[in-house]
C-alpha cells in the first residue's frame, strides 16, 4: 500500500491546511481568549502541543513549515493500540480523516471540560473540615425497637456466639419486619484498656472482636447497641467511661455502633468536686460524653441513666432510663408506669426523647407473668412510647408470646406513632370490693382521722376494718415481699386469718406464723389505710393516624373481676357529650361498635386496648 493510501499518511502541506481551519470558541467570560503573543510554534515533534481547553473550544497554532519526507513517516501496525492511544505529539493523519477527527476532540474537550466544572461545582459545596456534630434532633424520632442482653444473659454468660445465634434466631423470628432492629450487649464485653487508653473488648469472650460482631449484625440488616458507665466502673467492674469519653466514643464509632447506653451504677459513683452538687457533676459528666458521641459524626441513640434529671438530659440524649430493672412480675411492670405517672415524664415524651420503662420482661412456658398480664405489659409500653426492647431468650419464648410482640397494630399506629405523644392517666377508681393497703402519714386515733381505722378483733383473730380484712395478695419479687389487700372477711379462708402479737408488736398471718407486719418500725404518727393503687385505671393517648385519634388501655389491676362502665365525655377533657366513636380492639382485632361511652367485665389483672375513631 502506498504512503498516501494509508490511513496513517499525512503531509506537512496538509498539516498546515488543516490546523489553520481549526476555529477557536470562547463563550464564557470564566475562560478569556488568550493573547496571540502566548501562543508557540510547533514543530513536527509537537504538531498539537499548544491545544487551549476551554468549557467550549479548542485554539490550536500552525505547525511548522518544516516538511517531513514520506519516509520517516511511522505507520502503527494495525491493532497497536499502544502507537494508537499515544500523545498527540506522535498522532499523525491524513488530510482527508483530519475534519472527522478535530470535530471529535472538539466534542470531547467540551465534554470533559462541562463535566469539570461540574465537578468543581459539587466538590466546592462539599464540608470538607472535620465532622464536629450530628443533629441529635434527627436521631431516634420514634422509639427505638430491638434486643438487650441485660433481660436474661448473665455476665459469664456474655460471648460472641450467643450474640450471633441470637441475631440470626432475631431474623429467624422476622422480629425485624416489625421494627426490631437494634441488638444491645448489656454490661461484660469490655475486658480493660491498652497503654493508649483505648477501650478493649474481652478476648475470650470476643475473639474476632466487636468490629467484627458490629459488621455481622449489620449484614444481617440489623444494628449494633453497646453499654458503658458514666463512672469510671461499670455495675460489673469493668472499665467505665468517666475520662474517657472521646476515646471511647471514637472507638464505638469505628466499630459500627448505633446506641449507647450509658448507665450509672449507684456502687461506684463518683464524688463531686467541692461545691458542686452531685446532679450538676452528673448531667455535666453525661453532657461530655454526648458531645464526644456527636463529635464522631456518626449517629448514635444515646441513653442515659435514670438518676438524672428529664427535664436536663432531654436535650443532651434520646433515652432516659426509669426505675429499676424490670422483672416478670405484674406488680414490679405496672410500678414502672406509676411512677412515670408520678414523675409527669410524659411531658417530656416527644420525637427523639423517649422515657424508658425497661426492657419487656421475659416471658415463657415458665415465665412470672400470664397471658393476658403479659398484653397490658405490652400495651401500657407502646401507649407511654417506651422504647419496646425485648428481654427474653429467644430459643426459649412460646408463640403466645411471639404474638403479643408482634402485634402490628400496637406497635405500628400506637408505638411507632410519629406524633409521640405519651399516654397519661385519666381516670381511676377504688372498686368497693377489694383495696389495696398502705402506710400513711397520719394520726390513727385523730377525731379528723379520713380513712377507717385498722381493728384488730379478738373473736376473729382478724385485723380488719369495717367488713374488710387483710388479705395477701401476692409475690412482689424473689419471695421477699407480699401485697396485701383489704378485701370482705370470710372466717373460713385461711389467708385471712391474722392476729396481733402484742409482745414483738407484730400483724401475724395464720397459726403457722409465717409471714407478718412488724409495726415496730412505724412511729405515732403512721398506721395502715385503705387505698393505694386504684383497682381500675384508663390511660389516653393521642394518635396523629388517619383514621384513628385516641388509645385507651383500660386496666384491671384487682385479682377477681370488674365492670368498667363509662362515657368517652367524662374521660376526655373539653369533649362533647354527644361524641361518638368507633372502637376497634387491638387484641381481638374485633370492632366494638360506636358508643357514647363503653361497657366491659375486665377479669383480674387484665385489660383492653382500644383505638378511638371520632364520628
Not at 502541506?13 to 464564557?28: R, W
Not at 441513653?303 to 427535664?311: A, D, N, Q, R, W
Request: a negative charge; glycine letters at 6%.
Amino acid at each position: 500500500m502506498a504512503a498516501k493510501d494509508n490511513p496513517a499518511y499525512i503531509s506537512a502541506n496538509e498539516s498546515m491546511i488543516g490546523l489553520h481551519q481549526i476555529t477557536p470558541h470562547y463563550d464564557s467570560p470564566r475562560f478569556p481568549r488568550p493573547l496571540t503573543s502566548e501562543l508557540k510554534t510547533s514543530t513536527k515533534d509537537d504538531l498539537f502541543s499548544e491545544v487551549y481547553a476551554g468549557p467550549v473550544g479548542v485554539i490550536v497554532t500552525p505547525a511548522s513549515e518544516t516538511v517531513t519526507p514520506d519516509s520517516e513517516i511511522v505507520t502503527p501496525a494495525k491493532g497497536d493500540q499502544g502507537a494508537i492511544n499515544d500523545s498527540l505529539n506522535n498522532l499523525k493523519l491524513p488530510f482527508r480523516f483530519r475534519k472527522k477527527y478535530e470535530k471529535v476532540v472538539l466534542a470531547a474537550t467540551t465534554v470533559v471540560s462541562i463535566l469539570v466544572i461540574i465537578l468543581l461545582s459539587v466538590l466546592l459545596t462539599l464540608d470538607w473540615s472535620e465532622k464536629t456534630s450530628v443533629d441529635i434532633d434527627e436521631v431516634a424520632l420514634t422509639p427505638p425497637m430491638g434486643w438487650n442482653t441485660r433481660g436474661f444473659v448473665q455476665c459469664s454468660e456474655m460471648s460472641e456466639h450467643l450474640i450471633k445465634t441470637s441475631v440470626d434466631r432475631l431474623k429467624e423470628f422476622s422480629l425485624d419486619s416489625f421494627g426490631y432492629v437494634y441488638v444491645n450487649l448489656a454490661d461484660c464485653w469490655q475486658s480493660n484498656r491498652d497503654k493508649n487508653g483505648d477501650i478493649l473488648e474481652d478476648p475470650k469472650k470476643f475473639s474476632n472482636g466487636l468490629k467484627s460482631l458490629g459488621a455481622y449484625i449489620h449484614s444481617r440488616g440489623l444494628k449494633f447497641g453497646l453499654y458503658t458507665d458514666v463512672n469510671n466502673v461499670t455495675c460489673h467492674g469493668k472499665p467505665g467511661s468517666y475520662g474517657f469519653e472521646k476515646l471511647d466514643a471514637a472507638k464505638y464509632a469505628e466499630w459500627g455502633v448505633d446506641m449507647v447506653t450509658n448507665d450509672n451504677c449507684p456502687q461506684h459513683s463518683l464524688t463531686a468536686p467541692s461545691g458542686v452538687d452531685h446532679l450538676s457533676q452528673l448531667q455535666l459528666d453525661y453532657s461530655i460524653m454526648s458531645q464526644a458521641l456527636n463529635g464522631t459524626g456518626r449517629p448514635m441513640v444515646y441513653v442515659v441513666s435514670k438518676s438524672t434529671e428529664p427535664e436536663n438530659v432531654s436535650k443532651i440524649s434520646h433515652v432516659r432510663l426509669v426505675g429499676q430493672d424490670i422483672t416478670a412480675d405484674w406488680d414490679v411492670m405496672l410500678n414502672k408506669v406509676d411512677t412515670s405517672e408520678a414523675q409527669q415524664l410524659a411531658q417530656y415524651a416527644k420525637p427523639g426523647f423517649w422515657n424508658d420503662l425497661g426492657t419487656l420482661a421475659p416471658f415463657d412456658d415458665h415465665g412470672g407473668m400470664s397471658t393476658d398480664e403479659y398484653r397490658t405489659h405490652f400495651s401500657l409500653w407502646c401507649a407511654l412510647k417506651a422504647p419496646l426492647m425485648l428481654g427474653s431468650n429467644f430459643f426459649n419464648n412460646s408463640r403466645d408470646w411471639l404474638s403479643i410482640v408482634t402485634n402490628k397494630k400496637a406497635i405500628d399506629i400506637i408505638n411507632q406513632d410519629p406524633l409521640g405523644s405519651q399516654a397519661k392517666l385519666f381516670y381511676s377508681k377504688h372498686t368497693e370490693f377489694s383495696l389495696h393497703v398502705i402506710v400513711t402519714n397520719a394520726v390513727c386515733d385523730s377525731e379528723q382521722w379520713q380513712y377507717p381505722v385498722w381493728t384488730y378483733n379478738n373473736q376473729t383473730n382478724q385485723i380488719q376494718v369495717r367488713d374488710k380484712c387483710l388479705t395477701l395478695t401476692g409475690q412482689l419479687q424473689h419471695g421477699q415481699y407480699w401485697y396485701i389487700t383489704a378485701k370482705s372477711c370470710d372466717n373460713s379462708t385461711a389467708s385471712q386469718r391474722w392476729f396481733l402479737d402484742r409482745l414483738t408488736n407484730q400483724i401475724l398471718f395464720d397459726a403457722n406464723q409465717s409471714y407478718c407486719l412488724t409495726m415496730s418500725k412505724l412511729n405515732a404518727e403512721q398506721c395502715l389505710e385503705v387505698g393505694g393503687f386504684p383497682s381500675i385505671q384508663i390511660y389516653l393517648g393521642h394518635l396523629s393516624h388517619s383514621r384513628y385519634m385516641y388509645v385507651a388501655v383500660l386496666i384491671n389491676r384487682d385479682i377477681f373481676p370488674n365492670i368498667v362502665s363509662f362515657k368517652w365525655a367524662d374521660i376526655i377533657p373539653d369533649l362533647p357529650k354527644s361524641q361518638l366513636f368507633k372502637m376497634y380492639d387491638v387484641w381481638t382485632s374485633e370492632r366494638i361498635g360506636t358508643r357514647l361511652g363503653h361497657y366491659v367485665t375486665l377479669t383480674g389483672h387484665s385489660s383492653q386496648t382500644i383505638l378511638l375513631s371520632s364520628v
